[in-house]
């Protein structure tokens, strides 16, 4: 299972970024996909996810409205669409999926929002 994120980035608040992880290794189109934020000092936290067809996503009360994930299954992808960016998010960003109860990461990708 690999797992890698890339388009982070600093970016000034109230701007955009899109994440986006490419995985191998398993059948992609199968599982449920995850994105999790860990920011200095904190716990790692489920920032949201997206169904194995892409039909049912759920967020983080603190990023609904803002963010917007998807999937493209054809291309083995989950990307994080992230609007309206705050201090607050800033943060190392992971791609996750659980497969039979192991759950695997990514390397992470940093976003920092800033002025």
């Known amino acids: 299972v690999q797992l890698v994120e890339s388009g982070g980035g600093l970016v000034q608040p109230g701007g955009s970024l899109r994440l986006s992880c490419a995985a191998s290794?398993?059948?992609?189109?199968?599982?449920?996909m995850r994105w999790y934020r860990q920011a200095p000092g904190k716990e790692r936290e489920l920032v949201a996810g997206?169904?194995?067809?892409?039909?049912?996503?759920n967020y983080v009360d603190s990023v609904k409205g803002r963010f917007t994930i998807s999937r493209d299954n054809a291309k083995n992808t989950v990307s994080l669409q992230m609007s309206s960016l705050k201090l607050e998010d800033t943060a190392v960003y992971y791609c996750?999926?659980?497969?039979?109860?192991?759950?695997?990461w990514g390397q992470g990708t940093q976003v920092t929002v800033s002025s």
């Open positions: 290794g398993f059948t992609f189109s199968s599982y449920n």
């Open positions: 996750n999926v659980n497969l039979l109860g192991s759950d695997y």
């Open positions: 997206v169904s194995r067809f892409g039909g049912i996503t």
